[in-house]
């Protein structure tokens, strides 16, 4: 263990405290999902002032554009058009180092806007520190992620340590929107040698997530009176039988397919309506689903076609539905990732753990999808996600990271930039 590392983080552990909390304080939230904006400005002008601070070589902001968004979705069936950019910009941040061999670190700065106001115990955006516990609005989804990999470098300028590599920084908008920052951060020629996305990983290793895509099913019927039942078409029961029909794909996908990092591929019904009136037999009726594949083992495409062969094979064993088939829409997809294990940039990112917290790390997949897709399948960068902070704390009332956590990671990613450059290149 480098003491030069340890003692620089003894003498400045505050001042990283309050750069976070400076950052939490900041309301940087998305509006409707990012579909009707975001507020992330106020925080991307507060980075690029600490990223100029510790003595950045180039700060530049680069605008969200729609058309990087229908582009990537041409190109890699990626991205969520429609959203309002106004005033939503990533920023990227280059400190130059000793060799041109590069790190790049990935965060982004919108975060979900506070629910339950009533329950926090203390206001969402006044984050303090309480007994070891870092708690505000965001801060482990994911600025404590982010202000840790920044601190990363600062670290290492504080314990008198020249960037042995170049390090770059990518602050994207609107990921809780579906990760458009990213994507237009790639579209735009972002890359480096090796990636880490700064999401929440409670101090295991994320090496790969599941992919997703999000169905709606709409199923029509015929519409009278209760009374009248056998006269009409009641399209929830019509649905309930294409609903049975998805949770027997499943049941074969659970006996089918087994990953080493990931849980089972899934399916979840997570919205349903339709009908009027308990008196009336309801003509219409929605619901949507989001299914969760594994990569390496199954496709985007063969879920979609598994996923509509059985809403349509269940319709032809139905009378009205053979005659009157479903409308699928498919509204939103996201692609798996898996990185290379045996790559040096994993090898990089042990030795640097081992470093900072003195202990061998666990390597995990995610049930979650997140920007690591972005970087590992669109710019073809080997990436690795970790952060401080835990999901169960995404989104979540009082949500909070240790400081110890915080702290710890802020050792790891100087020392992961110190180990990556003496790594093999992964050519």
Request: with cysteine.
């Amino acid at each position: 263990m480098d003491q030069r590392i340890e003692k620089a983080l003894e003498k400045n552990k505050q001042k990283y405290i309050d750069r976070l909390l400076k950052l939490v304080s900041i309301d940087t939230h998305d509006i409707g999902h990012g579909i009707d904006g975001g507020l992330e400005a106020a925080g991307q002008e507060y980075l690029s002032e600490v990223f100029r601070d510790i003595g950045a070589d180039t700060v530049e902001k680069d605008y969200l554009k729609e058309e990087s968004i229908l582009k990537c979705k041409e190109l890699y069936r990626e991205g969520t058009p429609g959203h309002n950019y106004e005033n939503r910009y990533n920023v990227y941040a280059t400190f130059k180092g000793k060799s041109e061999k590069s790190i790049l670190f990935n965060g982004h700065i919108d975060h979900m806007p506070a629910e339950n106001e009533d329950n926090w115990s203390i206001p969402p955006l006044e984050p303090r520190v309480i007994e070891n516990r870092i708690t505000g609005l965001g801060v482990a989804d994911m600025k404590a992620g982010l202000m840790a990999c920044i601190m990363g470098t600062e670290l290492l300028k504080d314990a008198g340590i020249e960037l042995p590599v170049t390090v770059k920084y990518a602050s994207v908008c609107d990921e809780e929107g579906g990760g458009n920052g990213s994507l237009c951060a790639a579209m735009s020629g972002v890359k480096a040698d090796a990636v880490v996305v700064c999401e929440p990983t409670n101090y295991e290793l994320i090496a790969a997530h599941m992919g997703w895509v999000f169905f709606q099913v709409e199923v029509e019927g015929v519409a009278v009176h209760s009374g009248l039942k056998l006269s009409g078409v009641n399209a929830i029961e019509k649905a309930g039988k294409l609903m049975n029909a998805i949770n027997e794909l499943e049941h074969r996908w659970l006996l089918k397919y087994k990953h080493p990092l990931l849980p089972p591929p899934s399916s979840n019904v997570g919205v349903i309506y339709g009908g009027e009136a308990g008196s009336t037999i309801p003509d219409y009726c929605c619901f949507k689903t989001c299914v969760h594949y594994l990569p390496g083992l199954m496709s985007h495409d063969q879920v979609v076609k598994e996923y509509t062969d059985a809403i349509l094979t269940c319709c032809e064993g139905d009378e009205w539905l053979r005659e009157h088939k479903p409308k699928i829409h498919i509204y939103q997809t996201g692609n798996p990732f898996e990185m290379d294990l045996s790559h040096p940039f994993v090898h990089a990112f042990k030795n640097a753990y081992r470093e900072a917290v003195g202990k061998e790390v666990k390597i995990v997949g995610s049930p979650a999808g997140c920007d690591s897709r972005t970087w590992y399948n669109i710019v073809k960068c080997p990436t690795l996600q970790y952060g401080p902070g835990s999901l169960e704390q995404c989104h979540a009332v009082n949500e909070y990271v240790t400081t110890d956590q915080y702290l710890d990671a802020i050792k790891i990613y100087a020392h992961l930039i110190l180990q990556w450059a003496d790594a093999g290149n992964g050519e």
